[in-house]
């Protein structure tokens, strides 16, 4: 077995650089529930890329250390790579070479439940609101950079949250992903009393970011995107996330199992009444296979598409379409649809949000030259 040591660094232990001829490193920071060691097998994130690795014929061994010394590190060339990595928004990324992005992070805003909804398109819609922030801590450059929003600022989120339950202020901005691991650990009390607001304030994917400064990095990158891209075909990604309890960014959402039967059903349909019928059923709005955000789509192994509910991508030829961030999402259905069915994650503009989301369809093969899909923004 090929051998990584994925270290991260401790504040109080001195960085020691060791040759890569003999060894690689790899830094990991304190992020609880994305990393570190205060969580169970050292976060999700962490499983994931152990994971990942694993799948590819490598051990890992995992430690823990603060963010700037890692990123820095990093950077220079005395660790091979650090997660979790979130790209600045808007920012061109020149210090590393990214992974394919997986799994993914959100600010979201949270306020004391509610008869009243409370909407808004655009930050200066709040203004009137008092927010609850973690001092230091960077939000997004639009939020930072607000003069015109009060804030209230706390050492961390737990304090904020307690303020907002007893009134003292009006909305905590936080990460999804650590307010549902304080509400389910810490904070269960006042769980109940507390709602997010949709849509999420801001989503970005989450990287390994791998340092330009070793010659083996380009090819590592190759080998964790590909044992990346199995632990995502074969749900054992969401797998892991479903076990923190953190599979969705949004509020409310289709769990995976309902996808899967979903698709399923689609399946059983066309085997009962054939494609041509099924096709028909399958694009209409209001038919039994449209449900919300669910719906089912068609395609053949060469990308042309068969069936699909909005007429704009009927027909089309869809081999060569990318998502946002570059990943050839269709070559991925066609790759999972020839092992016989699987799970696709890849990053689209959820419509209802407005937001870049993570995306996840259920693929599943009907016969040699064809597959069908659905999917759930995560």
């Known amino acids: 077995m090929k051998k990584i040591i994925l270290s991260v660094f401790i504040l109080s232990v001195?960085?020691?650089?060791?040759?890569?001829?003999?060894?690689?490193?790899?830094?990991?920071?304190?992020?609880p529930p994305y990393s570190g060691e205060s969580v169970n097998q050292k976060g999700f994130v962490s499983e994931i890329v152990e994971t990942a690795w694993q799948?590819?014929?490598?051990?890992?061994?995992?430690?823990?250390?603060?963010?700037?010394?890692?990123?820095a590190s990093t950077k220079d060339g005395l660790y091979m790579a650090m997660f979790p990595y979130i790209q600045e928004e808007d920012l061109k990324n020149e210090e590393f070479i990214l992974s394919e992005p997986f799994a993914g992070t959100a600010i979201v805003l949270y306020r004391q439940k509610s008869d009243k909804p409370l909407q808004y398109t655009k930050l200066e819609d709040l203004k009137d609101y008092v927010f609850g922030t973690v001092l230091g801590f960077s939000y997004t450059s639009e939020f930072d950079s607000a003069t015109y929003i009060k804030k209230d600022t706390?050492?961390?989120?737990?304090?904020?949250?307690?303020?907002?339950?007893?009134?003292?202020?009006?909305?905590?901005?936080?990460?999804?992903?650590?307010?549902?691991?304080?509400?389910?650990?810490?904070?269960a009390d006042i769980a109940n009393s507390i709602e997010q607001i949709d849509p999420?304030?801001?989503?970005r994917p989450i990287y390994v970011a791998f340092t330009k400064n070793?010659?083996?990095?380009?090819?590592?990158?190759?080998?964790?995107?590909?044992?990346?891209?199995?632990?995502?075909?074969?749900?054992?990604?969401?797998?892991?996330?479903?076990?923190?309890?953190?599979?969705?960014?949004?509020?409310?959402?289709?769990?995976?199992?309902?996808?899967?039967?979903?698709?399923?059903?689609?399946?059983?349909?066309?085997?009962?009444?054939?494609?041509?019928?099924?096709?028909?059923?399958?694009?209409?709005?209001?038919?039994?296979?449209?449900?919300?955000?669910?719906?089912?789509?068609?395609d053949n192994m060469q990308g042309l598409n068969l069936s699909h509910i909005n007429p704009k991508m009927q027909g089309g030829d869809h081999h060569d379409l990318k998502d946002k961030l570059g990943f050839a999402f269709m070559q991925e259905f066609i790759k999972v649809a020839q092992l016989g069915s699987g799970w696709v994650e890849y990053w689209f503009e959820n419509p209802v949000t407005k937001k870049l989301q993570p995306k996840i369809s259920y693929i599943k093969k009907i016969n040699d030259d064809m597959f069908i899909g659905c999917g759930i923004y995560k």
Request: aromatic share 12%.
């Open 14 to 31: 001195a960085l020691v650089q060791i040759s890569f001829s003999e060894q690689m490193q790899f830094a990991i920071i304190e992020w």
């Open 55 to 71: 799948r590819r014929g490598y051990t890992t061994s995992l430690n823990v250390f603060p963010i700037k010394r890692a990123v």
């Open 154 to 187: 706390a050492r961390t989120d737990k304090l904020n949250f307690l303020k907002l339950a007893k009134g003292r202020i009006d909305i905590v901005i936080a990460d999804k992903y650590v307010a549902d691991s304080l509400f389910k650990n810490e904070l």
């Open 200 to 203: 999420p304030f801001s989503v």
């Open 214 to 298: 070793h010659p083996d990095s380009a090819k590592m990158v190759e080998e964790f995107n590909a044992g990346l891209r199995e632990v995502k075909r074969d749900g054992t990604l969401n797998n892991i996330m479903e076990k923190y309890g953190l599979f969705t960014i949004s509020s409310k959402a289709y769990t995976r199992d309902e996808l899967k039967q979903f698709v399923d059903s689609a399946a059983s349909y066309i085997r009962e009444v054939g494609v041509k019928k099924a096709f028909e059923e399958f694009r209409k709005p209001d038919g039994k296979f449209t449900k919300g955000e669910l719906y089912i789509f068609a």
